[in-house]
């Protein structure tokens, strides 16, 4: 007898809603673990607190992304020579991310010809600068992190086909630094510190005695400081040796260097880099001084270099500029411009020889209120004896109020005139003294300084006749004043 096996129909219905049920709890299990996920976990209950403690818990802490130092993005074709970043003189650029990757270009591979320069890039970028003088080329770069390894090359940049040329090692560097980290005195040095496991733990404030400057104290070991300077005796440095720094190279006015630093390592930081040019020149201390106040003030500060041919470059622009040294090269000529609300604003034109002949230290310019009342006392010019007739050098002297008074032009303020009287006719002596102030007032309406912002007096009766008495009765002399400028106000105030 033939088996007969027997199956039950399919019900296709009930079994299509069984599937439909199954796709729908999946679905439902991955929307729920992908909100699990941006959820944020929820926080624990904290257990009861002592005064004490609450009082502490409400203390702000800083989180790690406020801790995280500002960084600059290096841009993502930087690692290319064509897109090389420019670097200005004497300006830091930095900290920066890390490099990343060799670009889209192998520029640089060593060969036998050439076995000085890296034999790959591993994670690079490529910086260009223009020497705004002749001098000696000097490189500091800090890297951010003690275990990095950074080496770099300079090339002279030899016009449209450079990156061509470079690729082909048809150019050859003229500085090498490729000096390697000394790992063992690195870890030497970490374990001394106690800091071998952190690889990168930033610097934090140690207290001084009188607790108003931070003085900053690495916990890590020393951070490299490598590049070029002019006190280093090493003229390169291979990948055999250690060391830090190399020997500046000399540059010209105008030539462009490329700078390519490189990180060996595969999980390294960022760096900061200052490219400059060493020459003799004129650094004194530039600061700001109320006098009022008795005290230095920072100011809105723009400083331009003029060099041959009538190329310009801002050497300082500085909106805040709390006074520090600055570096002033001789042949060039420059163009202060100083503001500040409230006060006068501050115009020189100098050449950087004529300070140095001069030998200060410090170039402290008096920034003078806008405010009414201000005085400006002259004592440098002189009239004809018994005249109003302007002598010798006043044109030098009036012409740097004339250059305050135009960057101000709603100031209005007062020209008074002065004489030494004995006080035998006061009525000439009141007379001349204000022909002396119209003397002056026409003076500077000559140079562009509108009329309807100038009034003029001269001494009263009153004034002449103390002046006579202090010199005659109490040996005082007579006061070496010529003229005083006095601010009266802006125009359209009400008097």
Request: hydrophobic letters at 40%; proline letters at 5%.
């Amino acid at each position: 007898m033939r088996n007969i096996m027997l199956f039950k129909p399919i019900n296709w219905s009930r079994l299509l809603a069984v599937l439909t049920m199954c796709m729908l709890v999946a679905g439902m299990s991955i929307d729920a673990e992908a909100q699990a996920n941006k959820r944020p976990p929820r926080k624990p209950r904290p257990a009861a607190q002592k005064p004490a403690e609450k009082k502490a818990a409400t203390k702000k802490t800083a989180t790690p992304a406020e801790q995280k130092p500002s960084e600059i993005e290096l841009p993502y074709n930087s690692n290319d020579c064509m897109f090389a970043i420019q670097l200005q003189n004497d300006k830091p650029y930095g900290p920066t991310t890390m490099p990343m990757g060799a670009g889209r270009v192998q520029e640089i591979v060593a060969d036998k010809q050439h076995p000085n320069i890296f034999e790959r890039e591993h994670n690079t970028v490529w910086y260009k600068f223009k020497a705004p003088y002749n001098g000696m080329l000097e490189i500091s770069i800090v890297q951010r992190s003690e275990w990095d390894d950074y080496d770099f090359l300079v090339y002279k940049n030899t016009g449209a086909y450079f990156p061509n040329q470079v690729m082909q090692n048809k150019v050859n560097p003229l500085a090498v630094n490729m000096g390697g980290v000394d790992s063992v005195a690195l870890g030497v040095n970490a374990l001394k510190t106690g800091n071998a496991k952190n690889k990168a733990k930033p610097a934090t404030p140690a207290k001084t005695k009188n607790q108003d400057t931070p003085v900053f104290e690495m916990e890590a070991a020393a951070k490299p400081h490598i590049g070029m300077r002019v006190d280093a005796t090493d003229k390169m440095l291979t990948k055999k040796e250690f060391g830090g720094f190399i020997k500046s190279i000399p540059v010209r006015m105008g030539e462009e260097y490329y700078i390519v630093l490189d990180n060996v390592s595969g999980n390294g930081m960022g760096h900061t880099i200052t490219v400059s040019v060493h020459a003799d020149a004129y650094e004194p201390l530039v600061v700001f001084y109320d006098r009022k106040a008795r005290r230095y003030v920072d100011v809105d500060l723009m400083i331009i270099e003029r060099g041959t041919g009538g190329v310009e470059r801002p050497i300082v622009k500085d909106q805040h500029y709390r006074g520090g040294k600055l570096k002033f090269v001789p042949g060039f000529n420059y163009t202060l411009y100083a503001k500040r609300d409230g006060y006068f604003s501050v115009f020189k034109e100098f050449n950087a020889r004529e300070l140095m002949h001069r030998g200060d230290t410090m170039m402290m310019f008096r920034l003078e209120r806008t405010e009414r009342g201000s005085t400006f006392p002259i004592k440098d010019i002189y009239f004809e004896d018994g005249e109003a007739t302007l002598i010798a050098n006043y044109d030098s002297v009036l012409m740097d109020y004339v250059a305050m008074f135009r960057n101000h032009p709603d100031i209005t303020f007062l020209v008074k005139g002065y004489v030494q009287s004995y006080g035998v006719n006061t009525e000439a002596d009141m007379l001349l003294s204000l022909e002396r102030a119209k003397a002056v007032k026409q003076y500077f309406v000559d140079k562009g300084i509108k009329a309807d912002r100038i009034t003029v007096s001269g001494m009263t009766k009153n004034e002449i006749k103390r002046a006579a008495s202090a010199a005659l009765e109490k040996g005082a002399g007579f006061s070496g004043v010529k003229v005083e400028l006095i601010i009266t106000g802006k125009l359209g105030d009400v008097q």
